[in-house]
């Protein structure tokens, strides 16, 4: 199973729970399809823990972010590892 097939699982697995702590002003198809795209877009990301995507992504529900969108928050690899970023608008 490669990284990506196993963090789309990851986030399938647990849309109810993400979607879940997603504020009702982020849209949540839109939360969980900007996610996919954005690791499946970049080859350092997909290199990193599933763990990591995770993590990152729980704390951009949090926040109430939306992950790669108009500046908000972006997943960046760090040496195998994802870290979330928040960007200029989020």
Request: net charge negative.
């Amino acid at each position: 199973m490669t990284e990506v097939t196993a963090i789309e699982t990851w986030v399938m697995s647990r849309k109810e729970q993400l979607c879940a702590l997603l504020p009702s002003s982020i849209q949540q198809e839109r939360f969980l399809r900007n996610l996919i795209m954005q690791i499946n877009s970049n080859k350092d990301l997909r290199n990193c823990s599933v763990e990591s995507l995770a993590r990152g992504c729980i704390q951009a529900t949090t926040l109430g972010l939306d992950i790669g969108v108009l500046g908000s928050a972006y997943l960046v690899p760090y040496g195998g590892e994802a870290s979330l970023t928040i960007g200029y608008q989020g």
